[in-house]
């Protein structure tokens, strides 16, 4: 797969500057950031943060740092618990200023030079930000395939040479790294830290805006965008590279790693060596204040079966509900209720999977065929809210589901109430501006009394006095005419009916 860095400056930039690169949050087709971005380009144009910035070169200019949301969070929840990952909305004066930095012709070659640098012959990378190819219809499906090919595909062939494998990954990694070492990664940590005044230096400079960011922290860099996903390559890159190091002064060299981003799959013939291995990670990335995840750590002989993830395993070994056939996958259960209980029962046992959406995406284009009563479409916008509950990741699908099923009932008053209760159920849940934005989707032409309190929601809605962005530091110039409210393209909104088609929410053809 070709990735960002096989690019040329120029391509980088317009790559980085795309809509769906922008913010990697799958969004409704409605919602795009291109129209903001462009006129942030065509307003700001050459000029820097100080050029920009309110206020006076005498009295003084007031700094993004000093100003609190900066950035617009979406808290997306992790599991069906309490854990969260805040996804950020990079600020787009600040995104645009970051990318025209970062991909000057200087500092790009810069960076893709320092890329060569981290390359270490047992270390396998492949979570560089890949480039969108004709295969696939999305850089995020790029990413998804990436990992089946090149994590767990690679790991059952790697099970042939080695006997032992090690798996972990780095504990809330984007949240626990450290902004000045960005600078540490590109010119090394003591060079970096003799010049961290000097702002010309591009580490410092990336560094700068991500503070700019985020009030000021130093602590967390943003996560939400393919721009941040690739910093935190810089930052990692420079950690396997120190791990070679480390490795090399002692006398280790027999190894395999597999790396996406933070998770780590590490093959060795030797149990003492690879635990050693594991422990000299461990050092290196303390250093560069980043944790492993003893959670989710193992060491296994059974390399074949734990390079696979368990809901996979578990649901090939057992009864399959599906077969494919002449490219077509079939249901093994003819009743649509039995079948969606089986999903029900696997999202409990699994939740929050790979496998729960692959189900619920094949259901989804079953269920666009077949007919049932008003009655049993009840049963079944039931039975799937109550698997969005515990597995946000299937928000947007549960609610393509549920768009198909709400059809079937007769009346409008009776869609109202069952979508007013649905949302109830998930009001029990914090955090739900990203639900709130999918469910919009479907309610938007039935439903006027539901008040979503999300920004984005209201920018559909169109609401006024919506604030996605804290833009009290740019100087009025720059953006009297700034287009916020584009980010929803009304004829678009207008024109879609309340039904989700399955293109806008699935990444491949099942």
Not at 302 to 320: A, F, H, L, R
Not at 373 to 397: G, H, K
Request: charged letters at 25%; one cysteine or more; glycine letters at 4%.
């Amino acid at each position: 797969m070709k990735t960002i860095l096989d690019l040329s400056y120029t391509k980088a930039y317009q790559y980085f500057m795309e809509s769906e690169n922008y913010c990697n949050v799958c969004f409704p087709v409605y919602i795009n950031f291109q129209k903001v971005l462009h006129y942030v380009e065509k307003t700001v144009g050459n000029k820097n943060l100080d050029d920009i910035l309110i206020g006076s070169t005498k009295t003084g200019k007031k700094k993004p740092s000093a100003f609190e949301n900066v950035n617009h969070t979406i808290l997306i929840k992790k599991d069906g618990m309490y854990a969260y990952r805040p996804i950020k909305i990079a600020n787009p004066y600040l995104y645009y200023l970051l990318i025209k930095k970062m991909t000057s012709k200087t500092n790009w070659n810069e960076l893709r030079r320092r890329f060569d640098e981290f390359k270490v012959p047992q270390i396998e990378v492949v979570s560089i930000p890949n480039v969108k190819g004709k295969k696939y219809k999305s850089h995020k499906a790029e990413s998804v395939a990436s990992w089946w090919e090149n994590i767990e595909q690679r790991s059952i062939v790697l099970a042939l040479q080695y006997r032992y494998m090690f798996i972990t990954d780095i504990t809330n990694c984007y949240a626990s790294m450290y902004t000045h070492s960005i600078a540490w990664a590109l010119i090394g940590k003591d060079k970096a830290k003799g010049n961290i005044q000097k702002k010309e230096l591009l580490g410092n400079t990336i560094d700068h805006y991500i503070q700019g960011m985020q009030f000021g922290q130093t602590n967390g860099i943003p996560q939400g965008s393919v721009l941040f996903d690739f910093i935190a390559e810089i930052i990692l890159g420079y950690a396997d590279k120190l791990l070679d190091q480390k490795l090399l002064s002692n006398g280790i060299s027999e190894y395999k790693i597999l790396r996406f981003r933070d998770d780590y799959r590490i093959f060795s013939n030797s149990k003492d060596e690879l635990e050693k291995i594991a422990f000299l990670l461990q050092e290196v990335l303390t250093d560069l204040n980043l944790q492993l995840n003893t959670k989710k750590t193992i060491l296994t002989e059974d390399v074949i079966t734990e390079s696979i993830k368990k809901d996979k395993v578990w649901y090939i070994s057992n009864i399959p509900l599906y077969r494919r056939r002449k490219n077509r996958l079939y249901s093994q259960i003819s009743n649509l209720q039995q079948e969606g209980l089986y999903i029900h029962q696997f999202a409990k046992k699994y939740p929050n999977s790979g496998t729960v959406i692959k189900l619920l995406t094949v259901y989804a284009k079953r269920l666009e065929k077949e007919k049932l009563t008003s009655d049993e479409a009840l049963v079944l916008i039931s039975m799937f809210t109550d698997i969005a509950m515990d597995s946000p990741r299937c928000y947007n699908i549960v609610l393509k589901i549920i768009s198909e099923l709400l059809q079937i009932i007769p009346t409008t008053e009776d869609r109202t109430t069952i979508v007013k209760n649905v949302y109830t159920k998930f009001e029990r849940l914090p955090n739900i501006g990203e639900l709130q934005i999918w469910l919009q989707r479907i309610t938007y032409k039935l439903v006027n009394s539901i008040k979503y309190t999300e920004p984005i929601c209201r920018i559909v809605a169109n609401e006024s006095e919506v604030e996605l962005w804290n833009l009290d530091w740019v100087s009025d110039e720059y953006k009297k005419d700034f287009p916020l409210m584009s980010i929803c393209t009304d004829w678009i909104r207008d024109s879609y009916t309340p039904v989700i088609n399955i293109d806008e929410i699935s990444l491949f053809e099942y």
